[in-house]
């Protein structure tokens, strides 16, 4: 069982930055892909980027690229979200979720977080 909780979100301007955290409860977080997605108001739920347990395979939508950095601290039982040169298209309520391997498809993710709303203004 694992229970994730995310923080960070909140209101920027375009270009500006923001660092997302997931942080996670459960024995078995140290183990796990995580990977954060996101849900704008009338879309469906999209991948944003995943990372492997140990840290080292990450993949990224192509629309991130570039531009965010997905990260965990095992330590910490935490993953992070670093987004720079952010877009009004980022807005969406961000989520991240838990699972056994670090895919895009969100079938494959077991345990979600409440989501933290990212608003980029123009």
């Known amino acids: 069982q694992v229970q994730l909780v995310e923080s960070g979100g909140g209101l920027v301007q375009t270009g500006g930055s923001l660092r997302l955290s997931c942080a996670a409860s459960?024995?078995?977080?140290?183990?796990?892909?995580m990977g954060w997605f996101r849900q704008a108001p009338g879309k469906e739920r999209e991948f944003v980027a995943t990372i492997s347990w140990g840290g080292e395979t990450t993949y990224y939508a192509d629309s991130v690229k570039g531009r965010f950095t997905i990260s965990r601290d095992n330590a910490k039982n935490t993953v992070y979200l670093q987004m720079n040169s952010l877009k009004p298209e980022d807005t969406a309520a961000y989520y991240c979720?838990?699972?056994?391997?670090?895919?895009?498809?969100?079938?494959?993710?077991?345990?979600w977080g409440q989501g933290t709303q990212v608003t980029v203004s123009s």
């Open positions: 459960g024995r078995t977080f140290s183990s796990s892909a």
């Open positions: 979720a838990a699972g056994p391997v670090p895919l895009r498809d969100q079938k494959e993710y077991r345990y």
